[in-house]
């Protein structure tokens, strides 16, 4: 017998809680035998193409005061700007790069790290080509629905200027809240989820 739909009632909206490292960090969770690494914390071997990066940062709030329980993944394109994806149909992927990572902050200071390679351009949806860039997803308490952003790169100025989706920012001071600073190899994207530096999210 088929129950009727008008039973069924919504379930109320949650915030990610502590849950969300137990169930998708383990190990940094201090709880073994799930997986011999958390998924997502290599994106690279020694065979991978492309430029070594690092990149850091930190989810800051209203006060910049810095999250220490958020949970960040990135998706980004290899050296070659293609997708380690089933629908890439440009071409193949470097197999030595995944594309993607995952890594809690940091419980004492509430920083991020990874380490990748820089991306090469990807077209947008009309062929012109989009500066490198990755994409940033960020879940932590008080956090509905994950959050989704990008980083840009700072010493990829003219890339950025020609950059589509950059150039659909109205207003053009919080471009800056998008790109990320070099030192060294090192490349740092502080997030801020309120406040004067509030960083750009998208509705994706």
């Avoid at 994950?146 to 589509?164: C, I, Q, S, V, W």
């Amino acid at each position: 017998m088929v129950q009727p739909l008008n039973q069924l009632k919504e379930s109320a909206s949650q915030t990610a809680g502590p849950y969300v490292h137990i169930g998708l960090t383990p190990n940094f969770a201090e709880i073994g035998g799930v997986y011999p690494q958390d998924l997502g914390t290599s994106m690279v071997n020694d065979k991978t193409k492309g430029e070594r990066i690092t990149v850091v940062g930190r989810v800051l709030d209203g006060t910049g005061t810095p999250l220490k329980d958020a949970l960040i993944e990135i998706w980004q394109a290899d050296a070659d700007g293609l997708y380690n994806s089933p629908s890439e149909m440009r071409g193949s992927a470097d197999a030595n790069f995944t594309g993607w990572g995952r890594c809690p902050t940091d419980m004492d200071t509430g920083e991020f790290r990874f380490e990748t390679i820089k991306p090469g351009r990807v077209p947008f949806k009309d062929g012109r080509k989009q500066a490198p860039h990755i994409t940033f997803w960020v879940v932590a308490r008080g956090i509905n629905i994950g959050l989704h952003t990008r980083m840009y790169f700072g010493d990829e100025e003219k890339a950025n200027g020609e950059d589509p989706v950059l150039a659909r920012v109205e207003h053009r001071v919080r471009v800056s809240t998008l790109i990320a600073p070099r030192e060294g190899s090192t490349y740092r994207f502080d997030i801020h989820l309120q406040g004067e530096k509030e960083t750009i999210f998208f509705d994706i």
